[in-house]
């Protein structure tokens, strides 16, 4: 039997939030990130680095000596895959790392002791010295697109939107299908794709609209949807993940399918969950869960990609074509940035990327390196040894 989803919300995908908590949290990211701005150029300095770290230092001293913080130093406690392969990289590298546990909730903020010196940081530890104006923009998809494009790294044409007046105007201006998503944000929650018609615009509009005040328009690529992390203006990983699909054979419906898929999957590989968001995607295909597929027809059930999905991901750096690497380097530079990392929809990477309609759709400041290591197929790759050599001239194989 195939599994009947019972997420508080499909849209938000395997990390539901609260949708008020998401729209505040976009509507400071838009209007109170200018001043953050102002403060992370500040930081940028060394005096006043050094400054924001000793108030730092100082506030959780504090907040220890009152009770409401204390340390944990079992990494299998790590919130995320992400910290915890930094966490087991860390321990063959002799470096005392710690998660703070803030009124016995473990969160994903830590701390290391390196060269003496203890170090504060989210998930990722990034040295304090490095360039990192890039993290004050780089996750508005927005600013994103207009700086690619300005330099000739391909991106999608997007119109930002605030008003349903905005989104009618956008929708005549943009070849179709179209991509509607937050501003702001990842996980590609509240997203809607393969929009063609005025009703799919309006629902799609008022979906995101859930969650945030300033969403994104954009023309619809195909291909598949890849992640290329970039430690230190190179390339060190490309991971592929395919849509979940299923191809018809004249005989059973698209649920049924979706059952015989789920039935013999791989251990890894989560169940292909029956919910709203797959019910609307596969309607704007043209189809419903009692639609018998043709013969040899394959189609993709949601927009959402990876293990959790139930589709089928693959560690590709040892196959993409070199001018993928060239152009990752120049779009690496470009973000002035220590660690990142692109999203991007291309058909076959392994093909000369020239000769293919394909574009980056998304950056994030907080990768999830451990993508590269647990992919399903393909040679694993284990960036936090990437990570930390960042903290080092003298790098470790």
């Not at 990494?75 to 895959?81: F, M, V, Y």
């Not at 990289?89 to 903020?109: L, P």
């Not at 993940?241 to 049924?256: C, L, M, Q, W, Y």
């Not at 139930?310 to 690496?332: C, N, R, W």
Request: charged residues 25%; hydrophobic residues 40%.
């Amino acid at each position: 039997m195939s599994k009947i989803s019972t997420n508080t919300c499909s849209a938000c995908g395997t990390s539901v939030m609260n949708h008020r908590f998401l729209f505040v949290s976009n509507f400071i990211e838009g209007t109170m990130g200018k001043v953050g701005d102002k403060f992370f150029d500040l930081t940028e300095r060394k005096g006043w680095r050094e400054i924001a770290s000793f108030v730092e230092k100082t506030l959780y001293t504090i907040f220890y000596l009152l009770g409401v913080l204390r340390y944990n130093s079992d990494a299998e406690k790590a919130l995320t895959g992400r910290s915890k392969i930094i966490w087991k990289e860390a321990e063959r590298r002799s470096i005392s790392m710690e998660q703070m546990v803030v009124f016995k909730k473990h969160i994903e903020f830590y701390r290391a002791k390196i060269n003496g010196k203890m170090f504060y940081f989210q998930s990722l530890p990034i040295p304090p010295w490095l360039h990192q104006s890039g993290y004050k923009w780089l996750d508005d998809k927005f600013i994103l697109f207009e700086k690619l494009r300005k330099n000739t790294i391909p991106a999608p044409l997007a119109k930002k939107i605030s008003t349903w007046r905005k989104a009618k105007n956008a929708f005549t201006e943009l070849n179709k299908p179209i991509i509607l998503k937050p501003q702001y944000g990842s996980r590609g929650r509240h997203t809607t794709t393969n929009i063609n018609t005025m009703e799919e615009l309006k629902n799609a509009f008022f979906l995101a609209r859930q969650i945030t005040p300033w969403m994104l328009m954009q023309e619809h690529l195909c291909g598949s949807i890849c992640r290329a992390t970039v430690i230190d203006n190179e390339l060190v990983g490309f991971f592929k993940a395919d849509f979940p699909k299923v191809t018809g054979h004249n005989s059973k419906t698209i649920r049924e399918l979706i059952e015989e898929r789920n039935d013999t999957r791989p251990e890894r590989l989560s169940e292909i969950l029956i919910n709203d968001d797959l019910i609307s995607f596969i309607k704007r295909e043209g189809y419903a869960l009692k639609s018998i597929l043709p013969n040899g027809v394959t189609i993709n059930l949601s927009a959402k990609t990876g293990r959790m999905y139930g589709s089928y991901t693959k560690e590709m750096l040892q196959e993409v074509h070199p001018k993928i690497h060239d152009i990752f380097k120049k779009a690496g530079k470009l973000v002035n940035a220590p660690v990142v990392g692109f999203d991007l929809i291309i058909e076959d990477p392994t093909k000369d990327p020239d000769t293919q309609h394909w574009g980056i759709i998304e950056c994030n400041s907080l990768p999830f390196i451990d993508l590269h290591y647990f992919a399903l197929e393909g040679t694993p790759i284990n960036l936090a040894k990437n990570v930390w050599n960042l903290w080092s001239e003298q790098k470790v194989v």
